[in-house]
Nanobody, 115 residues
Framework: QVQLVESGGGLVQPGGSLRLSCEAS????????MGWYRQAPGKQRELVAT???????NYEDSVKGRFTISRDNAKNTAYLQMNSLTVEDTAVYYC?????????WGQGTQVTVSE
């Protein structure tokens, strides 16, 4: 079955950086719009960033200028480079793949920003 496997989460101090990866299997990765979402404790899941098959990107306002989404179709992998992290970025981050009626989610990776 389709798998999206996230990695790269962890504990980082405010101001630090992390790079998340999402490796996809059993999909034609290059045609999917890839996205990163996050869910903080007690809050709804929210969109962080997306990248289309053509490379167009979109960001949630609070991460603009700090986060960068990218993709490597040869590696079936999407990335989220996160810089200047704040405690408000603490959440479980989920990878998402969408093409027409097909939507898949990863299992999530925890990002904790704390002193």
């Amino acid at each position: 079955q389709v798998q999206l496997v996230e990695s790269g989460g962890g504990l980082v101090q405010p101001g630090g950086s992390l790079r998340l990866s999402c490796e996809a299997s059993r999909i034609t990765f290059s045609i999917y719009t890839m996205g990163w979402y996050r869910q903080a404790p007690g809050k709804q899941r929210e969109l962080v960033a997306t990248i289309t098959r053509g490379g167009d990107t979109n960001y949630e306002d609070s991460v603009k200028g700090r986060f960068t989404i990218s993709r490597d179709n040869a590696k079936n992998t999407a990335y989220l480079q996160m810089n200047s992290l704040t405690v408000e970025d603490t959440a479980v981050y989920y990878c998402n793949a969408v093409y027409l009626m097909n939507r898949y989610w990863g299992q999530g990776t925890q990002v904790t920003v704390s002193e």
